[in-house]
């Protein structure tokens, strides 16, 4: 079946630094990835949607300065948290889809402090 | 896409089947419902989706209303590690659109 990599799976970084979170579609091309974020005891909220060449598309609310996502090819979508803040600290998870598809990668655990 | 309403949580004892309702009443002639899980810090997992006729697969079984209303997933034997948040979502079949997750039902699978 489709296989989605998603690294790091935890990262503690410090207050005002950078963190960039991959997503990698192993086995197909992704037309479409997604990127969500999920706080505690909460459900995943999706943060952007992004297909290979062009500009992702925020959800409201989103601040697309603080998170770059940059989707260069059809298997490898990056999300980067820009000026982290301890309020960053969440559960990322990326989704890639194709024809056949929506499959996630296993999450990312970012703690800033 | 259409909402999705589904009970917070529910236990099930091990090795006896667990049904998950969702209600839809809301829902399109064009929209598939789909039932993902969710096992603590993982990524969702795909379990199965159907239009009208119910479905089973290797994991589940789905059955549809025939108002199309409501569904039910049905794990047939639940074990432990069945234990999940489940998320029942309502969207027309067009992958690249975005999916979103409602609340979901906690499933605590007991021995």
């Known amino acids: 079946g489709a296989v989605v990599s998603q690294h790091p799976s935890r990262v503690i970084c410090k207050s005002g630094t950078s963190v960039k979170i991959e997503c990698r579609s192993l086995?197909?091309?992704?037309?479409?990835m997604f990127w969500y974020r999920q706080f505690p005891k909460q459900s995943l909220m999706l943060m952007a949607t992004?297909?290979?060449?062009?500009?992702?598309?925020?959800e409201q609310g989103v601040e697309k300065d603080k998170f770059l996502i940059n989707h260069a090819s059809l298997t490898l979508s990056t999300l980067t948290v820009t000026s982290a803040h301890p309020e960053d600290s969440s559960f990322y998870i990326c989704?890639?889809?194709?024809?056949?598809?929506?499959?996630f990668g296993s999450g990312t655990r970012l703690t800033v402090v | 896409d259409a909402k999705t309403t589904q009970p917070p949580s529910m236990d099930c004892a091990e090795g006896r089947a667990a049904n998950l309702p969702c209600n839809h009443s809301?829902?399109?002639?064009?929209?598939?419902v789909y039932w993902y899980r969710q096992i603590h810090s993982q990524g969702p997992q795909y379990i199965i989706h159907?239009?009208?006729n119910n479905e089973t697969n290797e994991m589940a079984s789905l059955i549809i209303t025939e108002d199309r209303k409501s569904s039910t997933l049905i794990l047939p034997h639940a074990t432990l590690r069945d234990t999940a948040v489940y998320y029942c979502?309502?969207?027309?079949?067009?992958?690249?659109?975005?999916?979103?997750f409602g609340a979901g039902t906690i499933l605590r699978v007991k021995s």
């Open positions: 989704s890639a889809t194709d024809s056949y598809g929506y499959t």
């Open positions: 992004s297909n290979e060449g062009s500009k992702a598309t925020y």
């Open positions: 086995d197909f091309q992704a037309t479409t």
């Open positions: 809301t829902i399109s002639g064009n929209e598939y």
């Open positions: 159907g239009l009208k």
């Open positions: 979502i309502v969207r027309p079949d067009r992958y690249g659109n975005k999916l979103v």
